[in-house]
């Protein structure tokens, strides 16, 4: 009778891998690691895939086509849309060639970009550009975006991603103040302060070289532009949670009220928080000391540092509220309490600061007619190097250095 052959136990094969400090691994679990692998080549990969969209096709252009302006040419410039299958960045750089096709000429242009609902449209406007009639200008549509839909299990229905964005006209100012558009933005008043202002600045810029010459109109051209490149540039609204900390951070600043000879709008009392480098819910206290309603108004608020030197922090419009809770529009006499809970970022060097003033900048009527400060008055509340500077001091010192002394001083004249 044979031996019999003794029973081994059944065992996996063991396989060895090169000597890569993984030692011996079993059978079973590798097939395990091999399944994995197969479900990140195949699975990651569509959860992270993202595609470009080309701007031409996903960028509308609306202008209506009986408008004042008319559509030459589109340039998308380094515009770039990339989406995955919840998320999508927007970089728009898309510069407009339009002509002026109405018989008046143009002091200003806004357009509205969007996407999806009315709230996620920006605006771009210029202001200052004297657009005459039959002339081109290229009007620059800049906007960023970042979208990103919740997971679906989330929401009782899915949210799409936005199929396309669009440009659109929301407003033009004529020379002459009047104005065309929907102006859905409420672009027209800033374009018509920006106008005053600019007629304004026109005014001084002529009186200076009446009375001294260009020794005496060229240092304070230059002096202002100069002075503008070193304020911190436009004001950004924070939400949500950056705008809950800097409330939680902020601490009471005084605010000392500039009285302005003429001014239709007086104000009594204005407070606001500071918080490292942002303006924390601006409350003002105003009285219509005119004879005609106020539709809006602008104040702007200058912060003082530790050395006394002061820089202009922010504007705020009482219009950037509805107009049901912002008060307006004011009856001559009326005197209202107005507030905006919001969060504007500022710049540098507010958190250094405890203390400012506050002035009214621009006062606009139901007629349409605007009121700004002269530079008289500022220059007398040593407001003027802290005012805003307006486009056409950019413009004619545009001119200046370009064409020369001649170009602008024909300017100035006409």
């Known amino acids: 009778m044979s031996k019999s052959s003794p029973k081994s136990k059944v065992q996996s094969p063991k396989y060895h891998l090169p000597d890569l400090g993984l030692g011996t691994w ?3 679990l590798l097939r395990i690691c091999a399944a994995l692998w197969i479900a990140l080549l195949f699975v990651a990969p569509a959860a992270r895939a993202q595609w470009a969209i080309d701007p031409r096709a996903f960028v509308q252009i609306n202008l209506p086509a009986d408008g004042p302006v008319e559509l030459l ?3 998308y410039g380094s515009s770039r849309i990339v989406r995955s299958e919840r998320t999508m ?8 060639t339009l002509r002026n096709r109405s018989a008046k000429p143009i002091d200003g242009l806004a357009i509205a970009l969007g996407w999806g609902l009315a709230r996620s449209e920006g605006l771009n406007a210029v202001s200052g550009i004297r657009l005459e009639a039959g002339q081109n200008y290229a009007l620059p549509a800049r906007m960023h975006a970042e979208i990103e839909t919740p997971p679906p299990r989330i929401l009782a229905r899915p949210v799409d991603l936005p199929s396309g964005a669009r440009v659109r006209l929301d407003a033009v100012l004529f020379a002459d103040g009047s104005g065309y558009g929907p102006d859905q933005m409420r672009s027209l008043g800033m374009l018509r302060v920006n106008q005053a202002e600019s007629a304004r600045d026109r005014r001084f810029f002529l009186a200076l070289f009446q009375s001294g010459g260009l020794p005496r109109l060229l240092p304070v051209l230059e002096k202002w532009v100069n002075e503008a490149h070193t304020i911190p540039g436009a004001q950004r609204a924070l939400a949500g949670a950056a705008a809950e900390r800097a409330r939680e951070q902020a601490d009471a600043a005084v605010f000392r ?7 239709p709008l007086e104000i009594l009392s204005g407070r606001a928080r500071l918080s490292e480098g942002r303006l924390v819910d601006p409350i003002l206290e105003v009285r219509n000391q005119g004879g005609k309603p106020i539709t809006d108004f602008q104040v702007g608020w200058v912060l003082r540092d530790l050395s006394g030197t002061e820089f202009r922090a922010a504007t705020t419009t009482a219009s950037a509220r509805s107009l049901a809770s912002s008060g307006l529009p004011l009856a001559a006499g009326q005197t209202i309490s107005w507030s ?9 060097g507010a958190n250094r600061v405890l203390a400012g003033r506050v002035y009214v900048r621009a006062v606009q009527f139901a007629d349409g007619q605007v ?3 002269d ?4 220059e007398s509340m040593n407001l003027s190097r802290v005012a805003t500077t307006s486009p056409e001091t950019f413009r004619l010192f545009g001119l200046y250095r370009a064409q020369g002394t001649p170009a602008l001083l024909s300017d100035l004249r006409r």
């Open 257 to 263: 009220v500039v009285r302005l000879t003429g001014a």
């Open 340 to 348: 905006n809970p919001t969060v504007l970022e500022v710049g540098p």
């Open 26 to 28: 079993d059978l079973g």
């Open 73 to 75: 040419n589109v340039d």
């Open 371 to 373: 009121w700004v400060p």
């Open 89 to 96: 960045t927007m970089d728009l750089d898309v510069t407009l």
């Open 375 to 378: 530079r008289v008055a500022l």
